[in-house]
């Protein structure tokens, strides 16, 4: 068995691991892990990983940690009821050769990993799809599920809590990272809408690819906040850059409406610009939380439903701008990770990595 382990303290820090493949015991099943995205929303997990929790979900070695991807994987072995060698399932996987889950609740449509570490952890990350009965899932868009699907299952969500709050209707939507991945799913999706007023931010590198998306109403890079007319406005951060959050709470004082935390594809500057902020206390947008709220108030199905509508449509959207750049090997998988994490990845790309 291998594992790509990143060091929790120095996420430049990363190393290959060797190890024996784990041996099964009743109601247990073995993944062999094909493929999976790599992007700035893995950069995220790490960065987060000890203040979400996100390296609990796949445990390592003391001080290491295994960073969680989103991909596909196959069922090699099982003494688990229900779950049968060859299935194919998408859902939250290691930078591993191989998971060993506990499935619970399996059944046509898959399980859920049942394993006692991972009980206390957020439910939207134990699912594992039987590529047969996903409505999201469709042969020629496996790379798009694996690099954008989380993101866009975010994005999504940040649309409807943005719309459903009023606060499309009070003022421009100032996103910063607007060349990442998430901020431009949520662009798309609020794009669509009648009379919301986007601000795209970004670096001067990304000014001429973000504007040719054509979702944005506005880009600007990042020391030009101050050209932006003064008024009502929400800001919806992702870049987690606390220069930029300070300078935009300060542009906007008493009159920005909402700040809202998505991301930090700006790691490394995280902790910049802290103090007291002008205006109102920033928010953490929790995926998981948001989601639990929808699946309770239209029921899960109708959720899927509603998600796998929008999904479709912006699956065909990508196709003029995206390039699905593909590698194999732990040796790979290394070094689009550290080019992920210094920046180095150009915003039209995106990674997939094999391990066959």
Same mark, same amino acid.
């Given at each position: 068995? #291998?594992?790509?382990?990143?060091?929790?303290?120095?996420?430049?820090?990363?190393?290959?691991?060797?190890?024996?493949?784990p041996?099964?015991?009743?109601?247990?099943?073995?993944?062999?892990?094909?493929?999976?995205?790599? #992007?700035?929303?893995?950069?995220?997990?790490?960065? !987060?990983?000890?203040?979400?929790?996100?390296?609990?979900?796949?445990?390592?070695? &003391?001080?290491?940690?295994?960073v969680?991807?989103?991909g596909?994987?196959?069922?090699q072995?099982?003494?688990?009821e229900?779950?049968?060698?060859?299935?194919?399932?998408?859902?939250?996987? %290691?930078?591993?050769?191989?998971?060993l889950?506990?499935?619970?609740?399996?059944?046509?449509?898959?399980?859920?990993?049942? #394993? %006692?570490?991972?009980?206390a952890?957020?439910?939207?990350?134990?699912?594992?799809?039987?590529?047969?009965?996903? %409505?999201?899932?469709?042969?020629d868009?496996e790379e !798009?599920?694996?690099?954008l699907?989380?993101?866009?299952?975010?994005?999504? !969500?940040?649309?409807?809590?943005?719309?459903?709050?009023?606060?499309?209707?009070?003022?421009p939507?100032?996103?910063?990272?607007?060349?990442?991945?998430?901020?431009?799913?949520a662009?798309? !999706?609020?794009?669509?809408? &009648?009379?919301?007023?986007?601000?795209?931010?970004?670096?001067?590198?990304?000014?001429?690819?973000?504007?040719?998306?054509?979702?944005?109403?506005?880009?600007?890079?990042?020391?030009?906040?101050? #050209?932006?007319?003064?008024?009502?406005?929400?800001?919806?951060?992702?870049?987690? @850059?606390?220069?930029?959050?300070?300078?935009?709470?300060?542009?906007?004082?008493?009159?920005?409406?909402?700040?809202?935390?998505?991301?930090?594809?700006?790691?490394?500057?995280?902790?910049a610009?802290?103090?007291?902020?002008p205006?109102?206390?920033?928010?953490?947008?929790f995926?998981?939380?948001?989601?639990?709220?929808?699946?309770? @108030?239209?029921?899960?199905?109708?959720?899927?439903?509603?998600?796998?509508?929008?999904?479709?449509?912006?699956c065909?959207w990508?196709?003029?701008?995206? &390039?699905?750049?593909?590698d194999?090997?732990?040796?790979?998988?290394?070094?689009?990770?550290?080019?992920v994490?210094?920046?180095?990845?150009?915003?039209?790309?995106?990674?997939?990595?094999?391990?066959?």
């Amino acid at each position: 068995m #291998s594992d790509f382990l990143v060091k929790r303290e120095d996420l430049r820090e990363c190393r290959i691991a060797e190890s024996e493949a784990p041996e099964l015991e009743p109601g247990q099943a073995l993944l062999r892990v094909e493929r999976f995205g790599l #992007s700035a929303n893995n950069v995220t997990y790490a960065v !987060l990983g000890q203040a979400m929790s996100y390296w609990d979900f796949f445990p390592a070695a &003391e001080g290491w940690g295994r960073v969680p991807m989103w991909g596909f994987a196959e069922v090699q072995r099982s003494e688990a009821e229900g779950v049968e060698p060859g299935v194919r399932v998408y859902g939250y996987l %290691p930078p591993s050769s191989h998971l060993l889950v506990t499935p619970a609740d399996a059944g046509a449509n898959g399980f859920v990993d049942g #394993s %006692p570490r991972r009980a206390a952890l957020p439910s939207a990350y134990q699912s594992y799809l039987a590529t047969g009965a996903d %409505p999201f899932y469709r042969e020629d868009t496996e790379e !798009l599920q694996m690099l954008l699907r989380p993101l866009f299952f975010t994005s999504f !969500l940040i649309d409807d809590q943005l719309v459903d709050e009023g606060l499309t209707a009070r003022g421009p939507i100032v996103i910063s990272s607007a060349s990442s991945k998430t901020a431009i799913a949520a662009a798309f !999706l609020l794009a669509q809408r &009648e009379g919301v007023e986007l601000v795209g931010m970004t670096s001067p590198r990304s000014v001429e690819f973000v504007e040719g998306l054509g979702i944005y109403g506005r880009t600007i890079t990042y020391d030009a906040i101050s #050209s932006l007319q003064r008024g009502p406005a929400t800001f919806v951060d992702i870049a987690g @850059d606390g220069n930029v959050r300070l300078a935009v709470h300060s542009h906007y004082g008493e009159e920005l409406i909402h700040s809202m935390t998505v991301g930090i594809t700006h790691w490394e500057e995280l902790g910049a610009g802290e103090g007291e902020l002008p205006g109102p206390s920033p928010t953490l947008f929790f995926a998981p939380d948001r989601l639990a709220k929808r699946s309770e @108030d239209w029921g899960r199905a109708e959720l899927q439903s509603r998600v796998s509508g929008a999904w479709h449509p912006f699956c065909e959207w990508t196709d003029g701008w995206l &390039e699905v750049v593909q590698d194999r090997g732990f040796e790979a998988v290394q070094r689009v990770y550290l080019d992920v994490l210094e920046g180095r990845v150009d915003p039209k790309s995106a990674n997939v990595l094999s391990l066959e």
